[in-house]
């Protein structure tokens, strides 16, 4: 190779000496941003050039961010999972306390307390202070009934505003991801890599996992995502706009380019949201409802089969008001003591004497008697509870797997995509000590040419 | 040794110490230390070589003293800047080797 190949190999070396350095302070400096995924440079041989197409030395090819595509998609999943468990646990903490056997005012507790004012009375049937306080015991009964439905309905509409809310982000999200999108595939259609991009829409796709689940497909337009159910998230540089509809119950539904998308959402803090207002407070408002109604209708059978103080027919104990017959809903939050006074209450039996308990007691045995959905009350409230704790238990439980989870996959992310300072530290010491002595050289032989050509200048000529 | 079997053993030495510039310079940029101090060590013995060469160089022996210098006023330029690099690199690394926290930095 002549002097000018040699000098070409050394400008161009020097310019993909400099690009290297760049890479290594890139990766130091973006150490702890999150998204960032460890560059490395890609040498390649460069195209030979001269009059006898002698090498020419290495070309920089590209910078390469190291990314493992598999663990990064497996970690959003596991996000998404977290923060929905999350989501459904703090959103059902809320109405937890009110199902609680030793909590004053819950159910549980009012309808003992409303037996226990019946077994009271049962001693003295004509004691109208003791049928005052039976009918108040009753009242705290529809009374509980009536708050626990409305901390239930009030947990739903804060469910449903947070709903809202997330479909909003998730949107913002959408956009940003589809214009990062479009940004790449210019790049890409430019054959250039677009790192920084790359970086800012893997830091974008795991924000988009904590509202909301989605999976992910590699087209020839850019990064595709859709909903599990296949529906089109992102295609390219297309978002496609999430929008909020209500449905028959009058809470919001997500709809993504017309479709409706709500029951594919079960990950994010969007499908925990979800979860928590369509399923479980949904399921448990049914229960209650149900829970209100039979128990209801059970003391009214009894009660109408027998005679008040006065020798009157007893009449309704409590009223409810559902939808109909069939759909129970608004039985719990309806329920009321149909009664005006505890008088009316129908101790004796039909036709019987004033101070006749033979009908108290067979209200009081509704305690013992499987009324609600074919068991006693008392075990229908703890069931409603036990249910609420299972599944607030299974949410912290799924929470702390996906966070575990996380932490494992996030080393294993670390440790392929990550900055390691060792490396870097020790590639730099042993750089710095190279070129210290490379120096030196370099000044030895530029003096030994120096006095070499000043040599022959002032022998006379050259020989 | 004849004049001119001494100015032919002066180009032989130039080429070669031309050589392990053009060796160093690829070495940097593939970022090879033991490739790199090797053309250093092959330098640093051609040098002193060509020390041991008193007389005047011949006519071949100036034309490749000249281009020995350019490539070297390269590579010198080369070797400041990685230095400054480095340097600039070292002062970005913390002081203290404590554990770091986040996935885009760990140890080991």
């Known amino acids: 190779m002549g002097l000018t190949g040699d000098l070409n190999v050394a400008l161009s070396s020097l310019m993909a000496n400099t690009q290297a350095m760049d890479v290594t302070s890139t990766n130091i400096a973006n150490q702890n941003t999150p998204g960032y995924a460890r560059r490395v440079v890609v040498l390649e041989e460069a195209a030979p050039s001269g009059l006898n197409n002698a090498t020419s030395g290495v070309e920089i090819a590209g910078v390469q961010s190291i990314r493992d595509t598999v663990v990064d998609m497996a970690i959003n999943s596991n996000t998404s999972q977290e923060y929905a468990s999350n989501t459904l646990s703090s959103s059902l903490s809320a109405v937890q306390t009110l199902f609680s056997d030793t909590t004053s005012g819950s159910v549980a507790s009012s309808i003992d307390s409303f037996f226990s004012a019946l077994q009271s009375l049962s001693a003295s049937p004509t004691d109208s202070s003791l049928r005052t306080s039976a009918l108040t015991a009753a009242q705290n009964v529809a009374s509980a009934f009536q708050t626990t439905a409305s901390e239930i309905s009030q947990s739903q509409t804060q469910a449903d505003r947070s709903v809202v809310q997330d479909t909003s982000t998730a949107n913002s999200l959408l956009q940003e991801i589809a214009a990062t999108n479009a940004k790449i595939s210019q790049s890409t259609a430019m054959g250039q890599t677009d790192n920084a991009d790359e970086d800012q829409l893997s830091s974008m796709l795991t924000k988009l996992s904590q509202v909301m689940n989605y999976q992910t497909v590699n087209s020839s337009d850019g990064l595709t995502l859709t909903t599990t159910d296949g529906v089109p998230l992102v295609v390219g540089s297309k978002a496609y706009a999430l929008t909020n509809s209500l449905n028959s119950a009058g809470y919001n539904q997500v709809i993504a380019g017309g479709v409706d998308i709500t029951s594919s959402i079960d990950g994010g803090s969007l499908g925990g949201y979800l979860s928590a207002r369509d399923q479980t407070l949904a399921s448990m408002a049914s229960t209650l409802n149900q829970f209100a109604d039979q128990f209801a209708t059970a003391v009214n059978n009894v009660q109408t089969a027998g005679s008040d103080v006065n020798g009157t027919a007893g009449t309704n104990f409590f009223s409810v008001t559902t939808t109909s017959s069939t759909d129970l809903t608004g039985a719990a939050s309806s329920i009321k003591v149909a009664l005006t006074s505890g008088s009316q209450i129908a101790a004796a039996a039909s036709g019987g004497a004033s101070g006749d308990n033979s009908n108290l007691t067979n209200m009081i045995a509704l305690q013992s008697s499987n009324i609600i959905n074919g068991v006693t009350p008392d075990t229908a409230a703890a069931n409603m509870t036990f249910a609420l704790g299972n599944t607030i238990s299974q949410a912290n439980s799924s929470a702390t797997a996906s966070s575990n989870i996380i932490t494992q996959l996030t080393n294993q992310q670390g440790s392929v995509e990550g900055v390691s300072l060792d490396e870097e530290t020790s590639n730099l010491l042993l750089y710095q000590r190279s070129y210290q002595s490379a120096a030196k050289v370099i000044s030895v032989i530029d003096n030994l040419m120096t006095d070499l050509l000043n040599m022959g200048a002032t022998s006379g000529g050259f020989q | ?108």
């Not at chain 2, 310079?25 to 250093?40: L, P, Y």
């Not at chain 2, 640093?44 to 020390?51: I, R, T």
Request: hydrophobic residues 40%; glycine residues 4%.
């Open chain 2, 1 to 108: 040794m004849s004049s001119a079997e001494s100015g032919d053993a002066q180009v032989a030495l130039l080429e070669k110490l031309m050589a392990s510039v053009s060796d160093a310079i690829q070495a940097m940029v593939e970022w090879d230390v033991e490739a790199f101090h090797a053309a250093v060590a092959r330098q640093m013995a051609l040098c002193a070589e060509l020390n041991q060469l008193s007389h005047p160089p011949s006519t071949g022996a100036t034309e490749a003293a000249h281009r020995v210098q350019q490539l070297n006023r390269v590579y010198q330029r080369m070797v400041t800047h990685s230095i400054q690099w480095t340097r600039t690199l070292q002062s970005m690394l913390p002081v203290d080797s404590g554990p770091e926290s986040g996935r885009n930095c760990y140890r080991g």
